[in-house]
C-alpha cells in the first residue's frame, strides 16, 4: 500500500495521459463527423456512418469519462441493459418506418408515391359528398 500511495500524492493513480488520448480521440471522431457531412453519403448510409461515430465517441465517454473502464460488476450489466434498450427502440422505429404503406412517407422518400405534376401513377383523392365531413 505505501508504493500505491507514493505514485501519487492523494492515493490515486493520475489519468491524465489516458483523458488527453481520449479527448483528442473525441476531437477526431468529432472531425471525421464534420467532414462526412460535407461528402453527402448516398442512401441511407450517410445516417448509418453518423450513429456509429456517435456510438463511438459514446463509448469512450461511458467507458472513460464516467469510469467503466475501470468497474465490474452491476455498472457494465447496467450498461449493457440500456444500451440494448436503445437498440430495440431504435430498431422497431426503424421498422415501423419501413412497413409503411407509400402515402405515409413525405413524397420524394424512397417508397413514397411521386409528388403531383411527375412521371408515375397519379392519384387521386376519393370523391366526398358536399357537406360530408372528413
Do not use: C
Not at 452491476?74 to 449493457?80: D, F, P
Not at 412517407?105 to 392519384?123: I, K, M, R, S
Request: zero cysteines; glycine letters at 12%.
Amino acid at each position: 500500500m505505501a508504493d500505491h500511495a507514493a505514485t501519487h500524492p492523494s492515493g490515486g493513480h493520475s489519468h491524465t495521459g489516458r483523458y488527453a488520448i481520449v479527448w483528442i480521440a473525441l476531437l477526431a471522431f468529432t472531425l471525421l463527423t464534420y467532414g462526412l457531412s460535407r461528402l453527402h453519403i448516398p442512401g441511407g448510409w450517410g445516417v448509418v456512418v453518423a450513429l456509429a461515430i456517435a456510438s463511438a465517441k459514446g463509448g469512450l465517454v461511458a467507458l472513460f469519462f464516467m469510469h467503466l473502464w475501470e468497474q465490474a460488476g452491476a455498472q457494465r450489466l447496467v450498461l449493457a441493459t440500456s444500451l440494448v434498450f436503445v437498440a430495440l427502440l431504435v430498431g422497431l422505429t426503424l421498422l415501423d418506418n419501413a412497413t409503411r404503406f407509400p402515402l405515409a412517407n413525405p413524397p420524394g422518400a424512397a417508397g413514397a408515391l411521386p409528388a403531383a405534376g411527375t412521371e408515375g401513377p397519379t392519384y387521386a383523392p376519393p370523391p366526398f359528398a358536399p357537406g360530408e365531413r372528413r
